[in-house]
Each structure stands twice: as structure tokens, then as C-alpha cells.
């Protein structure tokens, strides 16, 4: 049975200049379910760089929070333009369980197109096979979203999407990152996670 005050860390990246050389304000937000915050933190990545897996890495394993989480939450699996998540990298590195949100099926045809532009194509691509398979998860039976989930079985994963869309049908730890992130760099929120 999945306790309704789950510890969910969500990562969401703020708004960037495409193709610039910036670092971007990345934000986690640690959620008890999908009913309040419990803690904040924050990195920065470089848009179309390839840090964000390590940073993110370092950042969930030295917070003093580590002990109490129990899944990390990404809106997809790229931050600051192609700056590529692997998944599986940060789930065996520590040891916390990952569930990739998507609120659209994502377009795998155009994201190796837009990859192919990199050196290191091999490597980001690496990133997107890392995140499995993509399947669907109904929300209030009516919305759905699409979610690619490793460290933790389907049903579960499920479940915990489920229990963490109080708001809306995206679940709260990813949603609160976004508004944070977006509110940071513009100075107000906007745009929906």
C-alpha cells in the first residue's frame, strides 16, 4: 500500500534562450504526495550542455532529504534545450526510483533529428533509450498523461502519478518546480509544467 504522504522530488528547468551558453536555474521540490511542500533545491545546468545528469546526481545525493525520498519526478527527459536526462544513470546512482512525465506523447523522430546536431550524438541518444518504454497513465479517468518509469513497476508508478495530481493532471512536485523555476528567471510564473 503506497503511504499518501510519499516523499516525491520533482525536477522542472526554468525559461532559457535556445542555442545560448547560459546556465539554467534548475529547481526540485519535494513533495509529501501531492498535498504540500516539504523542502527545495536547486542546481543550474547549461543549456544544450550535457551536465544535467551529474548535477542532478550530486544534488539528490548530498541533500539531507535523501533519507525520506522515495521517487524522483522529471518533466521529461531534457532540461535547458538538449541537455539530456539518463534516467537509468541516476536511479543506479541513487538508488531512488525515477518516473519521466510527459503531458504529450513524446515525438522520438524529431528528438533524434534535433540530437544529430551534437558530437556526442551516441551519448544523448543513449539517454533517451535509457528511459524506456513510454506508456500512458489515466488521470481522474479522463486526462491522460504519458509517463516512461524505471526502479519501480508499472502499477506503482501509477499510483503514485495518481496520487500526486491533487491540482491538476500533472502531479504537484513537477507543477510547484515549474511555477518556482519559470517565477525565478521572469519574474512571475507562467506556462503550464
Not at 522530488?9 to 513533495?31: H, Q
Request: net charge positive.
Amino acid at each position: 500500500m503506497l503511504k499518501p504522504e510519499i516523499r516525491i522530488l520533482g525536477f522542472d528547468d526554468s525559461a532559457f534562450t535556445p542555442r545560448s551558453k547560459e546556465l539554467v536555474p534548475v529547481i526540485g521540490v519535494i513533495f509529501r504526495g501531492g498535498k504540500f511542500l516539504d523542502g527545495l533545491l536547486r542546481t543550474e545546468v547549461l543549456v544544450d550542455g550535457n551536465d544535467a545528469t551529474e548535477k542532478i546526481i550530486k544534488l539528490v545525493n548530498s541533500t539531507r532529504h535523501k533519507q525520506q525520498l522515495k521517487v524522483i519526478m522529471f518533466d521529461g527527459i531534457t532540461m535547458a534545450g538538449f541537455n539530456m536526462i539518463d534516467v537509468k544513470k541516476i536511479f543506479e546512482e541513487t538508488g531512488l526510483p525515477v518516473i519521466v512525465i510527459n503531458r504529450k506523447l513524446p515525438d522520438l523522430a524529431k528528438v533524434k533529428k534535433g540530437l544529430k546536431r551534437f558530437e556526442d550524438f551516441e551519448e544523448r541518444w543513449r539517454a533517451v533509450e535509457n528511459a524506456g518504454k513510454i506508456k500512458e497513465c489515466y488521470i481522474k479517468d479522463f486526462k491522460k498523461v504519458y509517463y516512461q518509469n524505471i526502479g519501480i513497476d508499472d502499477a506503482l508508478a501509477r499510483e503514485v502519478i495518481k496520487l500526486s495530481c491533487t491540482r491538476s493532471y500533472i502531479p504537484e512536485p513537477l507543477r510547484i518546480a515549474h511555477i518556482i523555476a519559470t517565477g525565478i528567471v521572469k519574474g512571475e510564473s507562467y506556462g503550464r509544467a
